[in-house]
């Protein structure tokens, strides 16, 4: 089970597990659950597997690593892209394959992250039990009889089912917190302007936000640092923190 992001940077640190090994066990449980939770619209196998060759080989050279370094990261099918589909969980756009990155996504690449791929939601974010995708229900890992909430729920169920140990979401209404409170879980919802939305497929531009779904708080608080910042291309993003 995977739900440290914490314990996974000083295992590596420690030399006890390499960043293959991290993202092979996060792929063989995804593959587990999907039948069962279907947290994913897209299962990015061979490029979180490279992402976790290259980290090793940055460390066993001596090179500086990101502060998510080999950690397995979920992102929510809402967020741009450019190595996989961004479907928003719509048939419309099944084979649609953005030509840029969300900048959280950039972001995560440069912390070193293990992508390990799209998690399901309500079609465009509009629902709030993760029934409404064209890719079929997510299911509560806790009760696969019950909802995990939405939109994000496919971000807060593999967390919560111990796959990866973040995931990024995107909250309008509750579409973070109501899933990470379904899924026990963290989620939060930051202060408008602190993270960039660009690459974000907007549902109600004024009010989305994107933001970090962990187990604990420590680990909600670090992959936030990886996202946070200004970003001139967000005319919301703000520079005062």
């Known amino acids: 089970m995977l739900d440290s992001a914490l314990e996974l940077v ?4 420690n030399g006890d597990l390499t960043a293959v090994e991290i993202a092979e066990k996060a792929l063989a449980s995804v593959r587990d659950t999907h039948d069962s939770i279907n947290a994913f619209t897209h299962i990015a196998a061979e ?6 060759r290259r980290v090793d080989a940055k460390r066993a050279a001596g090179e500086p690593l990101g502060i998510l370094a080999g950690v397995p990261v979920a992102v929510k099918d809402v967020l741009c892209t450019t ?17 840029y990155d969300a900048t959280v996504v950039s972001k995560l690449r440069e912390a070193d992250a293990v992508i ?13 039990s993760t029934e409404t995708s064209a890719f079929g229900l997510t299911r509560n890992p806790w009760d696969t009889n019950r909802t995990p909430g939405g939109s994000s729920g496919g971000a807060a169920a593999c967390v919560a089912a111990g796959s990866v140990p973040l995931s990024l979401g995107t909250d ?15 989620g939060m919802k930051p202060t408008y302007g602190r993270v960039s939305r660009y690459g974000l ?17 420590p680990d909600v608080a670090l992959l936030l640092e990886a996202i946070a910042g200004f970003e001139p291309r967000d ?3 703000l520079n005062q923190f």
């Open 47 to 52: 490029q979180a597997l490279d992402a976790a």
């Open 83 to 99: 190595d996989m589909p961004t479907t928003c969980s719509s048939r419309m756009l099944k084979d649609f394959r953005p030509p």
């Open 10 to 13: 000083r295992l590596q640190e």
């Open 116 to 128: 390990i791929g799209k998690t399901n939601m309500d079609e465009f974010a509009m629902g709030a």
């Open 235 to 237: 005319s919301t993003s």
């Open 172 to 186: 309008t209404g509750g579409s973070i917190r109501q899933p990470a409170a379904f899924c026990g879980i963290t």
């Open 201 to 217: 497929v907007a549902f109600a531009s004024s009010l989305d936000q994107v933001g970090p779904m962990a187990w604990s708080v």
